[in-house]
């Protein structure tokens, strides 16, 4: 019953930016950790940045600098500012929780459906 909804997605020239959300919605009791993965035609799903409880992140080199992950606790939101975008990060973006649910003790892994994002001249 636990969803997450990406938004944000679109076409942008290159060297522009891009926001993306993400809203867990549902019986949430808690969300350890939040993140972003993308993935390209002809490519593996790949981690993009990801963000703990306590507001420790990771990065995938590529985007290090570039792009910047953050949440909101109190909406269950996760955001994905993207700065100074390259073709080369034109890909379907999804989101990633990992939480507990009030019904369960254990924790689960979550996914959005996906956003696209195209960076194109």
């Known amino acids: 019953q636990v969803q997450l909804v990406e938004s944000g997605g679109g076409l942008v020239q290159p060297g522009g930016s891009l926001r993306l959300s993400c809203a867990a919605s549902g019986s949430i009791f808690s969300i350890d950790v939040m993140g972003w993965y993308r993935q390209a035609p002809g490519k593996q799903r790949e981690l993009v940045a990801k963000i703990s409880s306590h507001a420790s992140t990771n990065y995938a080199g590529s985007v290090k600098g570039r792009f910047t992950i953050s949440r909101d606790n109190a909406r269950n939101t996760v955001y994905l500012q993207m700065n100074s975008l390259k073709p080369e990060d034109t890909a379907i973006y999804y989101c990633?929780?990992?939480?507990?649910?009030?019904?369960?003790?254990?924790?689960?892994?979550?996914w959005g459906q996906g956003t696209q994002v195209t960076v194109s001249s």
């Open positions: 990633n929780a990992v939480l507990k649910q009030r019904a369960y003790s254990d924790y689960a892994d979550i």
